[in-house]
Nanobody, 124 residues
């Protein structure tokens, strides 16, 4: 059974940092790409960052460029989201997602598996 397990969420003051982790298990091969989504109450779900596992290319939403960094550790089948200079509007449930297809200049697509999500709360 494929699982994506996130960790690292929590509460932080504006301007602070958090690092989210996602470990993929239950497969003999890595997904082609991974992404982090977030959804705040009353808002649509949005993709904030994605990474091509094989090539290392990354894509970011404009709202997080320069503040968030997505990375991976193939040995641990893990993907990370380093979030710096956090703002109140970054408050949301963040979910790790696995995808089949990496589209150049677009990002990860054809999502297959979702994690359960982890809450990030930024206070002023």
């Amino acid at each position: 059974q494929v699982q994506l397990v996130e960790s690292g969420g929590g509460s932080v003051q504006a301007g602070g940092s958090l690092r989210l982790s996602c470990v993929e298990s239950g497969k003999t091969y890595r997904s082609n790409c991974m992404a982090w989504f977030r959804q705040a109450p009353g808002n649509e779900r949005e993709v904030v960052a994605s990474i091509h596992i094989g090539g290392g290319s990354t894509q970011y939403a404009d709202s997080v460029k320069g503040r968030f960094t997505i990375s991976q550790d193939s040995a641990k089948s893990a993907v990370y989201l380093q979030m710096d200079s956090l703002k109140r509007e970054d408050t949301a449930v963040y979910s790790c997602v696995a995808g089949r297809v990496w589209v150049v200049d677009v990002g990860c697509r054809q999502y297959t598996y979702w994690g359960q999500g982890t809450q990030v709360t930024v206070s002023s």
